[in-house]
């Protein structure tokens, strides 16, 4: 797929996750073969103040490219100098976010609710364009506010008209949960709608979920955000898919143990070891949750109170998988929990 001059080929697309983005997410999903990797929504008005919490989240090295960075706005002339202020960095994608529905985002006018304006999603876009120096600027929508209200097809035509080189479309309403399944059938119409590249979305948790949504809309390509929780190796499976023909399947455990480790190694080094803490537990029980004795890490992790225990806990779980020493719990169970609820151990 062709975004402006940038082509990622037949690779994926790693979504925009608040709290999730950061570099080491995305190093390491580059590195298991993401084509195009995001930081998380960074406020416009935030990356015109040189908000130091703001310059943190889009921040990134020439190493992680290529890159979009996610703007969250609602005023054209702000966005428009946060996009111009943002070249600076050379991020190879601008991203508007058209598609949060969290209430302390839409009650600001800004995300999910940009898309019932459609004059504003206009000026939004056009300006965006004018500020971006040639930097391709791509737009993220959901099918509409709900479902008496779908109106995506008249939203990306907004998009394209005011020179957008890509949208990228959640296959849900606003109003709709993860629990609600998402409506793939809309992105097969919003692609007869625009000539500049489709992004699908939603609910693609396997490689193979990603090949059939591309088969099913002809979308250009797919966005993965829980499917690649805890699984880079998502990326490397569909691109063997594309490339050969196979999925070969998960990698051996040592793999992943190695892939946990260096994860666990590069959140060190992004936030320092303390603050780092609380988010290498998180993606360790994402990696490790279909694997036999999730109930066990789950009681462990959260009394090892350092990094280098931690690391410690993670070594010993592998081995202990490795050497069938843990009980393999019921997958389907914890993988519906996840898909509602991505911390789904804190789930009722
Ligand atoms: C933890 C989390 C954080 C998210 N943060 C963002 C965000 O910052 N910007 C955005 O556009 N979407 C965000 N999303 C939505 C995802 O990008 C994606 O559209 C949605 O999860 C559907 O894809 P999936 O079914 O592959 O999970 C987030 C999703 C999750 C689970």
């Known amino acids: 797929m062709k975004i402006g001059s940038l082509d990622i080929g037949t690779k994926l697309l790693v979504a925009p996750m608040a709290d999730i983005s950061d570099s080491a997410f995305r190093k390491i999903s580059k590195k298991h073969g993401a084509g195009l ?64 529905p969290m209430e302390k985002v839409t009650s600001k006018g800004m995300g999910a609710s940009l898309s ?10 056009k300006s965006m364009v004018n500020a971006s120096a040639g930097i391709p600027i791509s737009v993220k929508l959901r099918l509409g506010n709900d479902h008496s209200n779908i109106n995506i097809l008249n939203s990306v035509k907004i998009v394209e008209d005011n020179g957008a080189s890509l949208v990228i479309v959640h296959a849900r309403t606003s109003v709709d949960s993860y629990k609600t399944d998402s409506q793939w059938q809309w992105l097969k119409k919003v692609k007869k709608e625009v000539s500049i590249p489709l992004v699908g979305n939603g609910s693609c948790f396997y490689p193979e979920d990603a090949k059939n949504l ?16 805890g699984n880079p190796f998502y990326f490397s499976r569909f691109n063997s898919i594309m490339e050969q023909g196979f ?75 490795k050497l069938n020493k843990l009980e393999q719990e019921n997958i389907f169970e914890i993988n519906s929990k996840f898909k509602n609820k991505v911390l789904f151990w804190l789930s009722a």
């Not at 019932?116 to 876009?125: G, H, N, R």
């Open 247 to 321: 999925d070969p399947g998960m990698p051996h455990i040592d793999t992943v143990i190695d892939t946990i480790i260096e994860h666990v190694d590069l959140l060190a080094k992004e936030f320092g070891e303390i603050s780092s803490f609380e988010k290498a537990k998180k993606h360790t029980v994402w990696y490790l949750k279909n694997y036999p004795g999730i109930s066990v890490l789950l009681d462990t992790i959260f009394k090892v109170k350092t990094v280098a225990e931690l690391k410690e806990l993670i070594m010993q779980h592998g081995s202990d998988i």
């Open 116 to 125: 019932d304006k459609p004059q504003l999603l206009a000026e939004i876009v």
């Open 214 to 229: 591309m088969d099913h809309t002809n979308c250009d390509s797919v966005m993965v955000a829980r499917g690649a929780l």
């Open 37 to 100: 990797t995001f930081t998380q929504m960074v406020s416009a008005e935030g990356v015109i103040k040189n908000n130091f919490d703001t310059l943190r989240l889009f921040s990134f090295s020439r190493d992680e490219k290529p890159i979009g960075v996610q703007l969250l706005g609602k005023d054209p002339v702000i966005i428009g100098e946060a996009v111009s202020e943002l070249t600076k960095n050379k991020p190879d994608l601008i991203d508007l976010n058209c598609g949060c």
